[in-house]
Nanobody
Framework: QVQLVESGGGLVQAGGSLRLSCAAY????????IDWYRQAPGKQREWVAT???????NYADSVKGRFTISRDNAKNSVYLQMNSLKPEDTAVYYC???????WGQGTQVTVSS
């Protein structure tokens, strides 16, 4: 079954850090582009970060300088290191790649003030 599974979310105080993981099954992440998205309560899903197959990265302005996207090809996984977290980062976070349809269950990140 082709799917992406997110994990690593949790409750953290403002200024803290979390590392999210995106594990792939049935798809090889090293040869594809991966995006992280997030959806806060009552808001539309928004793009957060991208890593290309070549390792190039791009970030939304709201997370630039605080979040880092990376990949471990040996583990067929992509990560999102989130530092200096803010309450406005509270959302369900999802990873996405073009070859996998739909969305996974996501992982909840809650940042308390």
């Amino acid at each position: 079954q082709v799917q992406l599974v997110e994990s690593g979310g949790g409750l953290v105080q403002a200024g803290g850090s979390l590392r999210l993981s995106c594990a792939a099954y049935g798809v090889i992440l090293s040869i594809t582009i991966i995006d992280w998205y997030r959806q806060a309560p009552g808001k539309q899903r928004e793009w957060v970060a991208t890593i290309s197959s070549g390792g190039s990265t791009n970030y939304a302005d709201s997370v630039k300088g605080r979040f880092t996207i990376s990949r471990d090809n040996a583990k067929n996984s992509v990560y999102l290191q989130m530092n200096s977290l803010k309450p406005e980062d509270t959302a369900v976070y999802y990873c996405k790649t073009p070859s996998v349809g739909g969305w996974g269950q996501g992982t909840q990140v809650t940042v308390s003030s």
